[in-house]
């Protein structure tokens, strides 16, 4: 699947989480004058902080009624839009990743520091402090495709640019997800996993969704794949989560999406939801079966209802997820987190 690359900051929402492996937090010591409600306007902060990961506490509320969400980087949603009564303030904490590229590995490098934009129906930003993540600080990497990642522009949205906002204060989404990549090419291209694979630290959960790309590899290639990306994880201690694909909305004449289109099944018949829970059961991984969870969502709300969650209306694109549809499935995935306590359920305080 192809890049889309129109360069649009949109307001999302942010949050963090806890759980997992030690990031090192920036390299240098930043004055406090420098990190705070001065570096903001109305709508947007910027701070000029090297790579590395943050904590970032903001108090929200002003002398009218506010309704503020926060998004960060790459349209990245980071704390959910939160309601405040005139007079009232309310605080709320969230992690955040820092780095360049700051959005797909292979795309542009976006700009330097830390951006934030803040959003909803009203909103009322009273106070922020930004400072370095402590040495406990987890860190949850994707890598996937186009239906992960954090893309540039409006309205494609993957689900992995939803995630942070469900997720706690001091534990961060590294998003290594990247716009047309298969198992082949997330190995190959040096500034995929030849880049994530040293950063990740004991304890990091990394998840795995690839599969719309591998259109012509076969099974043995793919599986392979699968495991030398699950021992390269495990050999830096870090906790391989498999993730099966979500799925194309492809409908059956008796509303079904029991084809080989919808449920990813490949021009050489290789069923990647199939070989992935292989795998996953074969080597003792956790597996997210997103496919199943999409499956019956999208078979739940039938033809029509469930073309919000995807960009059909605006593309006629039954693959690439809205805002909506991404927010949707990243929630399907924290519930799966959650559920098999791989991390805490999450709400930025």
Known sequence: MRRFNRAVLAAVTLSTAAGLSAVPAAAHTLPPHALGIANCTATACHFDVAPGTYDV???????????????????????????????????????????????????????????????????????????????????????????????????????????????????SVANYADSGESTVTYLANSALFPTVQPLIRPGDLVLVQLAHNDKQTDEPTYRANLETLVAGIRERGGNPVLVTPIVRRWFNADGTLNNGTALLVNGLGVDHPAVIRAVAAARGVPLIDLTARTKALVESLGVEDSKGLYLYDEKRDNTHTSVHGATVYAELVRDELVAQRLAPRGGGR
Request: proline share 9%; net charge neutral.
């Open 57 to 171: 506490r903001v108090l929200l509320g002003g002398e009218a009624a506010a309704s503020t969400a926060v998004s960060g980087e790459t349209r990245r949603a980071l704390l959910p839009e939160t309601a405040t009564a005139a007079g009232e303030r309310v605080a709320r904490s969230f992690t955040v990743n820092v780095r360049t590229p700051e959005g797909e590995p292979t795309g542009p490098e976006g700009t330097p520091g830390l951006d934030l934009v803040l959003g909803g129906s009203a909103p009322a930003l009273a106070d922020i402090r930004v400072t370095p993540a402590s040495r406990h600080t987890r860190q949850i990497f994707l890598v996937g495709d186009s239906t992960v990642c954090d893309q540039p522009g409006d309205p494609y949205t993957g689900w992995g640019q939803r995630l942070p906002q469900y997720l706690r204060k001091g534990l």
